[in-house]
């Protein structure tokens, strides 16, 4: 779709730190983090909301957004969890409408870092975080 952000990072019309891509869906960190970490598992085919979204193409989606948290786990950024969140709709607070996968790193006793990344949402180095996770995304696949 051609007036969607998303759309644009995945033909590589708008910047976006990718941390992996594969033939279907691209990873890439979110531009107004909640976290440092903070990244989205989009499908490259345009869909709006998951009503749009094919169920298997959703699945590998959720696989992509599993892994992440794991490489994420064992990369330097030393999450001890993850939030895997999608909004689906306006209605549940769905702000860019193209499917996307949360995946937000989360550490014991963050709440209130958490809580004021809600409101500050900035970027924090993205090219070593990148990094970081691609690093842990390696490290799983040596597991
Ligand atoms: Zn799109």
Same mark, same amino acid.
């Given at each position: 779709m051609k007036d969607c952000v998303f759309c644009r990072i995945v033909a590589g019309a708008a910047p976006a730190t990718k941390v992996y891509e594969d033939e279907t869906l691209c990873a890439f960190l979110d #531009? @107004?983090? #909640?976290? @440092?970490?903070?990244t989205l598992v989009i499908p490259k085919r345009h869909a709006t909301e998951l009503e749009d979204l094919d169920a298997e193409l959703g699945a590998h989606i959720f696989r992509a957004g599993h892994r992440l948290a794991l490489a994420i786990r064992r990369s330097s950024l030393a999450a001890n969890g993850a939030n895997l969140v999608l909004n689906d709709g306006t209605a549940a607070f769905q702000t860019v409408p193209h499917v996307h996968l949360h995946v937000i790193p989360r550490r014991k006793g963050d709440r209130l870092s958490f809580a004021t990344g809600l409101v500050l949402r900035r970027p924090h180095d993205p090219e070593s975080t990148a990094a970081a996770i691609r690093a842990g995304i390696a490290a799983l696949d040596a597991d």
């Open positions: #531009i @107004r983090p #909640i976290v @440092r970490g903070h």
